[in-house]
Nanobody, 124 residues
């Protein structure tokens, strides 16, 4: 059983930057692909970014490509999401997730473990 704990959310002005991280425990972190998803009020949870077990494959949603960067440190069992040029529409609860499929996916149904989420609010 893998436990995931996100941290680093908060309030930032539009155009600013924020970094969120997700620490994993209870499993072999390097065996999992990791993903970030987000959910805004009244909307479905949507894909943001994913990274394969060895960082060899990385995927981004079109809406964040070029602004967000996903990375991982297997020695620290942590995955990161650096968010730059933030927009009000990026406001959401951000969730990290782990998938047994080592190369990752944009499909949230293929993720096996989820964190509790961290709030990111971008003011205009």
């Amino acid at each position: 059983q893998v436990q995931l704990v996100e941290s680093g959310g908060g309030l930032v002005q539009a155009g600013g930057s924020l970094s969120v991280s997700c620490a994993a425990s209870g499993g072999t972190f390097s065996a999992y692909a990791m993903g970030w998803f987000r959910q805004a009020p009244g909307k479905e949870r949507e894909f943001v970014a994913a990274i394969s077990w060895n960082s060899g494959s990385i995927y981004y949603a079109d809406s964040v490509n070029g602004r967000f960067t996903i990375s991982r440190d297997n020695a620290k069992s942590t995955v990161y999401l650096q968010m730059n040029s933030l927009k009000p529409e990026d406001t959401a609860v951000y969730y990290c997730a782990a998938s047994r499929m080592p190369y990752g996916s944009k499909n949230k149904d293929l993720y096996d473990y989820w964190g509790q989420g961290t709030q990111v609010t971008v003011s205009s």
